[in-house]
C-alpha cells in the first residue's frame, strides 16, 4: 500500500492506495491551524479505516505543509501540489488537456499537453473564488455550503456581481439583495462572477482545451460547475476522487520511489511534536526561523534565507 497526504492550509487530505491505485482509504478534515494535529489525526483515520492491516511501502506529501508533513511521517517523496494534481488526472483521465483546481484557499490552473504539464498559473494573492470565501458567503446567506450550489441552479435571472476581490464581491452582493434580487439570483450571480474572475486572472493567456478536469472542493459546487461550462461552453469532469486528487498523485509517484520506505509507521500519531521560533542574528537579514522539535531533538528548520538552519 501507498499512503499520500495533502496538507493544505484548510483541509488535510490522506489516501492510501495499492498497486493498481485503488483507493482503499481515504480521509478529509479540516486542518483548523493545527497542521501537526490534522495530520496525526489523519493518520489515526485512515489506520482505522483498514482495521490497522497496512502493509505501507511508500509514503509522499504534498500541499502547501509538505514539508511539514515529511518530517511528522517521513516521507519518500516530497512533490508540489502541481505536479500531484496533473499525475492524479492523467491517470483517471489520460487524455486531459487542461485542469481547473480550486480548493480552500487558492485555486489554479493546469496545462498538459501528451500527459505533460507545460504550464499553469495559481492565484495565491487573494481568496476570492475559493472555498473558503464561498464557506463564508453561505453562512452569511444561512445556508449550508453542500445546499450553495443547488440553490444557485435554481436562479430566473442571475444578477451581476463584481467578482474581482471579495471585498467588492459581498458588497455588491448586500447591494443586490438590498434592491430586491431574490437570493437564488444572488448566489447564481456570484458563481458567475467567481468564474469570470478566474477566467480573466487565473487562466489568463492559456489555451484552455478539451477534455477539462475540474477538481478540489469547490468542484463539489453544482453552482460554479455550471457556470464554468456556460462560461466555456462545454463539459466539465468531476472525478470520483475530486477532493483527494492532490494526495492519490503524491502516493502513485511513492510507487516510484527506491528502497525501503522511510514511513515512521502509524505510531507517530501518538508523537508529540512542538513548534518554536527564534530570530537568527547571523547577519542583518534577521531570518525568523521556524523549529520542530520532538522529544527534545530538532527535526528540521524553516525561514533560513541563507541556508544555515535546516
Given at each position: 500500500m501507498y499512503l499520500g497526504v495533502d496538507l493544505g492550509s484548510v483541509s488535510t487530505d490522506l489516501t492510501i492506495i495499492d498497486e493498481n491505485v485503488n483507493v482503499l482509504a481515504q480521509v478529509y478534515?479540516?486542518?483548523?491551524?493545527?497542521?501537526i494535529e490534522a495530520?496525526?489525526?489523519?493518520?489515526?483515520?485512515?489506520?482505522?479505516?483498514?482495521?490497522?492491516?497496512?502493509?505501507?511501502q511508500g509514503v509522499g506529501t504534498t500541499g502547501s505543509g509538505r514539508r511539514l508533513a515529511d518530517v511528522i511521517v517521513g516521507a519518500d517523496v516530497v512533490k508540489n501540489e502541481i505536479t500531484a494534481h496533473a499525475v492524479a488526472a492523467s491517470y483517471l483521465v489520460p487524455d486531459v488537456k487542461t485542469i481547473i483546481e480550486i480548493g480552500g484557499q487558492d485555486s489554479k490552473i493546469i496545462i498538459l499537453r501528451d500527459g505533460i504539464p507545460v504550464d499553469f498559473a495559481m492565484n495565491t494573492v487573494c481568496a476570492a473564488g475559493t472555498g473558503s470565501f464561498l464557506d463564508h458567503q453561505a453562512a452569511r446567506l444561512g445556508i449550508a455550503i453542500e445546499?450553495?450550489?443547488?440553490?444557485?441552479?435554481?436562479?430566473?435571472?442571475?444578477?451581476?456581481?463584481?467578482?474581482?476581490?471579495?471585498?467588492?464581491?459581498?458588497?455588491?452582493?448586500?447591494?443586490?439583495?438590498?434592491?430586491?434580487?431574490?437570493?437564488?439570483?444572488?448566489?447564481?450571480?456570484?458563481?458567475?462572477?467567481?468564474?469570470?474572475?478566474?477566467?480573466?486572472?487565473?487562466?489568463?493567456?492559456?489555451e484552455i482545451l478539451e477534455p477539462i478536469v475540474f477538481q478540489g472542493g469547490v468542484a463539489a459546487n453544482e453552482g460554479i460547475k455550471h457556470a464554468f461550462e456556460k462560461e466555456l461552453g462545454v463539459k466539465l469532469i468531476i472525478p470520483q476522487y475530486f477532493k483527494f486528487m492532490g494526495a492519490i498523485g503524491v502516493s502513485m509517484l511513492a510507487m516510484e520511489k527506491d528502497g525501503a520506505t522511510r514511513f515512521k509507521g502509524f505510531s507517530v500519531a501518538d508523537t508529540e511534536?512542538?513548534?518554536?521560533?527564534?530570530?537568527?542574528?547571523?547577519?542583518?537579514?534577521?531570518?525568523?526561523?521556524?523549529?520542530?522539535?520532538?522529544?527534545?531533538?530538532?527535526?528540521?528548520?524553516?525561514?533560513?534565507?541563507?541556508?544555515?538552519?535546516?
Open positions: 478534515l479540516l486542518t483548523g491551524g493545527a497542521p495530520t496525526k489525526e489523519g493518520l489515526r483515520m485512515v489506520e482505522a479505516q483498514l482495521n490497522g492491516k497496512c502493509d505501507i445546499e450553495f450550489g443547488k440553490i444557485a441552479l435554481r436562479a430566473k435571472s442571475p444578477a451581476r456581481i463584481a467578482g474581482r476581490c471579495t471585498v467588492f464581491a459581498e458588497s455588491d452582493m448586500v447591494h443586490k439583495q438590498q434592491v430586491g434580487c431574490s437570493k437564488e439570483d444572488v448566489m447564481a450571480g456570484l458563481c458567475d462572477a467567481l468564474v469570470r474572475n478566474f477566467l480573466s486572472n487565473v487562466a489568463k493567456g492559456k511534536f512542538k513548534t518554536s521560533s527564534f530570530t537568527c542574528d547571523g547577519c542583518p537579514n534577521q531570518c525568523e526561523i521556524v523549529q520542530i522539535i520532538s522529544d527534545g531533538e530538532r527535526l528540521a528548520c524553516w525561514g533560513s534565507i541563507c541556508g544555515k538552519w535546516k
